[in-house]
């Protein structure tokens, strides 16, 4: 079933969508679905007896295929004058390509996310993470169940509530690990956190358990962190790098201005590395800003560092 049909047969949700609702199908923000309206004249939403944006079910399914694309590299202006049909045929070459996911492990995990019961999954993730140990827990399980997981969202097979109870589920079980590794005073000292609106947690938890491993200082600092704190955090436990994850629900403009003005308030000896899907296909540079887009590179990013700067 693709996603068209998916959202067409979804009795509970209605024939237009406003904008907050199309927000939460496809977690495209209500700035970044006005923007591309402006620049690519999609998505086209109508306009309620109020004026408001409402949207047909045809569209918000598109746009459940755009962000899937996005989130796997494609620019936006590649993609908004293409067909359905055309983008999911995308869709399903580019997950083919990049990684095979055996029938039995997508039987498996689908099952376990539609019984929507926390206990059940909980249990699920427990024995993954005991049978696979943190870091094959991180690079191959939660690699492979994010894209599986992205794919069936964006072709209608799990609801939008499923995947965030599997999601908050992981980073609950991922911060129970991480906090059972034992205490790490090597540098570099690492500082991990979102910019402001950026709620998205997952990427920062899987890079800090990488890091941790690897006997770095990584601290997660959580979400939503001003430019203000972060400067101030930096210089009061005298941070060596500062690292960010910008979802692709983040408008990589705003991603980009933040990253601008982080740079210009913190000393050019302190690193700022920068990662998430946001960033993956914009050709925009900040200067002194390291860009990421796999967790192997960041790894040796520290062990570069380590060379550069020698023990301390």
């Known amino acids: 079933m693709n996603a068209k049909l ?5 009795s509970e949700l209605p024939v237009l969508l406003p904008i907050n609702a199309v927000e939460r199908e496809t977690g495209v923000t209500k700035e970044l679905l006005r923007m591309w309206e402006r620049r ?4 086209a939403p109508q306009r309620d007896a109020q004026g408001d944006r409402v949207y047909p079910v045809d569209q918000v399914a598109k746009l459940r295929l755009v962000r899937r694309l996005i989130d796997a590299g494609y620019r936006p202006s590649k993609l908004m004058s293409l067909s359905a049909d055309d983008l999911e045929h995308m869709l399903k070459s580019q997950t083919q390509a990049r990684h095979e996911v055996s029938p039995e492990f997508e039987t498996e995990l689908l099952e376990v996310i539609k019984t929507s019961n926390s206990n059940e999954i909980q249990d699920y993730l427990a024995h993954q993470m005991v049978t696979m140990g943190l870091e094959r827990f991180v690079l191959d399980f939660l690699q492979h169940a994010n894209g599986l997981i992205g794919d069936s969202w964006s072709r209608g097979v799990i609801e939008v509530h499923e995947e965030h109870l599997f999601m908050e589920l992981v980073q609950k079980i991922m911060r129970q690990a991480i906090a059972n590794l034992r205490a790490v005073n090597r540098p570099p000292r690492i500082l991990l956190t979102t910019p402001p609106t950026e709620t998205h947690t997952q990427g920062i938890l899987m890079v800090e358990a990488l890091l941790r491993l690897d006997n770095a200082d990584a601290v997660c600092y ?5 430019v203000r704190d972060v400067a101030q955090a930096v210089q009061r436990h005298k941070m060596n790098i500062v690292a960010l994850s910008f979802s692709a629900a983040y408008p990589t403009t705003q991603a980009i201005e933040f990253l601008e003005d982080l740079r210009f308030k913190l000393p050019l000896n302190i690193e700022i590395w920068a990662g998430g899907s946001s960033l993956r296909s914009t050709r925009r540079r900040v200067e002194a800003v390291e860009f990421f887009h796999d967790l192997p590179s960041i790894r040796q990013a520290v062990k570069n560092w380590r060379v550069a700067n020698g023990p301390r």
């Open 222 to 226: 959580g979400a939503q962190m001003s």
């Open 6 to 10: 998916a959202l067409q047969q979804n």
């Open 40 to 43: 690519y004249s999609f998505p």
